[in-house]
């Protein structure tokens, strides 16, 4: 569970500090629209501050993953630059770090045939997230990729041979059908050595962010401020945001989760603790709260904002990223691929 998860997180800090080269990060998202703080401060931070510490980054562009609950992946030229614009205003470094997009390595895809049939259907059945998943969804149908799609991540994950894996609670799940797999694989395959780590899950302070309406922020629910949105946008969504009507504010994500996500949010962007921001505000009552976020929140977006913007201008750029992660990915890919072939016995 969250728990077990973020004590092992802790252990892992530790560790990336002693040894960043023993790492390699695979993470990503889908391209359905800009990325919002609930990714920020559950994995882009980490992303980041992870590759400036001497971690490998694999940023995947999950764009088949587009598909689980959607009928058409919808402006996905746009969404993709989109995601890439987010990575680079983050402060991800093409340079060091290589961001790719799911379809263009046909190799990475190919791993999900020998992986299906290491996981049982029931096993896919109990997945909880992609339980909540079918319940937002706007499809009436469940497709096959949806019900799926966790074995598609372990590919994702695995492809490059990734150890470690930043990212939100809803993905806790996911990470264990990884391990599975890689466990699984290695048993059958493996005579002896591990083809695949089994990765860890990375959990951020914010493993959880709320959206406006005091369920997880997503770009699906309308609830989310996005990394780009202006300053005036921020502000109108952050006072729209759901909160209780206690004037006294205090820190009790457990009691008084609406008011305690927007204390963290503050917190995370103050560089502080979430009581000691709530002590501030004191008894000032949820409109006090809402300014001192939304100030918070704006001042530590400016600059990841305006970095933002100039990248937009240049869109050849963008598109060179791209192009370069692709191959990157698909390299590395073959190499798995021919390997994974290799413990299969297919030597022809
Ligand atoms: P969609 O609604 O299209 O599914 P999403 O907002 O749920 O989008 P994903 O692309 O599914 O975002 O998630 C990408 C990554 O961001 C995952 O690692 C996920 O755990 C993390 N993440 C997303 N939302 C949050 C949140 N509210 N708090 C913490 N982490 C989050
Ligand atoms: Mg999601």
């Given at each position: 569970?969250?728990?077990?998860?973020?004590?092992?997180?802790?252990?892992?800090?530790?560790?990336?500090?002693?040894?960043?080269?023993?790492?390699?990060?695979?993470?990503?998202?889908?391209?359905?629209?800009?990325?919002?703080?609930?990714?920020?401060?559950?994995t882009l931070h980490n992303r980041v501050?992870?590759?400036?510490?001497?971690?490998?980054?694999?940023?995947?562009?999950?764009?088949?993953?587009?598909?689980?609950?959607?009928?058409?992946?919808?402006?996905?030229?746009?969404?993709?630059?989109?995601?890439?614009?987010?990575?680079?205003?983050?402060?991800?470094?093409?340079?060091r770090s290589t961001v790719f997009t799911h379809s263009a390595v046909p190799a990475l895809n190919q791993l999900l045939l020998p992986f299906l049939s290491l996981v049982s259907v029931a096993e896919l059945n109990r997945n909880p997230t992609v339980k909540d998943e079918i319940a937002h969804s706007r499809q009436s149908a469940v497709s096959g990729l949806m019900f799926t799609y966790p074995v598609h991540q372990a590919a994702d994950i695995l492809f490059c041979k990734a150890n470690l894996v930043p990212v939100g609670q809803d993905q806790l799940p996911h990470l264990e059908v990884?391990?599975?797999?890689?466990?699984?694989?290695?048993?059958?395959?493996?005579?002896?050595?591990?083809?695949?780590?089994?990765?860890?899950?990375?959990?951020?302070?914010?493993?959880?962010?709320?959206?406006?309406?005091?369920?997880?922020?997503?770009?699906?629910?309308?609830?989310?401020?996005?990394?780009?949105?202006?300053?005036?946008?921020?502000?109108?969504?952050?006072?729209?945001?759901?909160?209780?009507?206690?004037?006294?504010?205090?820190?009790d994500p457990a009691g008084r989760p609406e008011v305690s996500s927007l204390l963290l949010l503050a917190a995370l962007c103050q560089g502080r603790t979430p009581e000691e921001v709530a002590d501030d505000i004191g008894s000032a009552g949820a409109a006090a709260l809402k300014r001192t976020v939304t100030e918070s929140v704006n001042e530590y977006l400016a600059p990841i904002r305006?970095?933002?913007?100039?990248?937009?201008?240049?869109?050849?750029?963008?598109?060179?990223?791209?192009?370069?992660?692709?191959?990157?990915?698909?390299?590395?890919?073959?190499a798995t691929l021919a390997e994974v072939r290799a413990a299969m016995n297919s030597r022809y």
């Open positions: 569970g969250t728990s077990a998860a973020r004590t092992r997180s802790a252990v892992l800090e530790r560790q990336i500090l002693e040894d960043p080269g023993r790492f390699r990060i695979l993470t990503g998202d889908r391209p359905t629209g800009r990325l919002h703080l609930g990714h920020y401060f559950g501050r992870l590759q400036d510490l001497g971690v490998e980054l694999f940023v995947i562009v999950a764009d088949y993953q587009v598909l689980t609950d959607r009928d058409v992946a919808d402006r996905l030229t746009e969404h993709v630059e989109e995601l890439v614009l987010d990575h680079l205003a983050i402060g991800v470094d093409p340079e990884t391990r599975t797999v890689a466990r699984r694989f290695n048993d059958r395959y493996g005579s002896g050595t591990a083809v695949f780590p089994e990765p860890d899950a990375l959990l951020s302070e914010a493993p959880l962010l709320l959206g406006t309406d005091g369920t997880k922020m997503s770009k699906s629910r309308g609830n989310s401020i996005a990394l780009a949105a202006g300053a005036d946008e921020t502000a109108r969504l952050i006072k729209g945001a759901k909160t209780d009507s206690e004037r006294h504010i205090a820190y305006s970095r933002r913007a100039e990248y937009a201008r240049d869109r050849a750029y963008v598109l060179r990223i791209l192009r370069e992660g692709n191959e990157r990915a698909r390299a590395v890919a073959d």
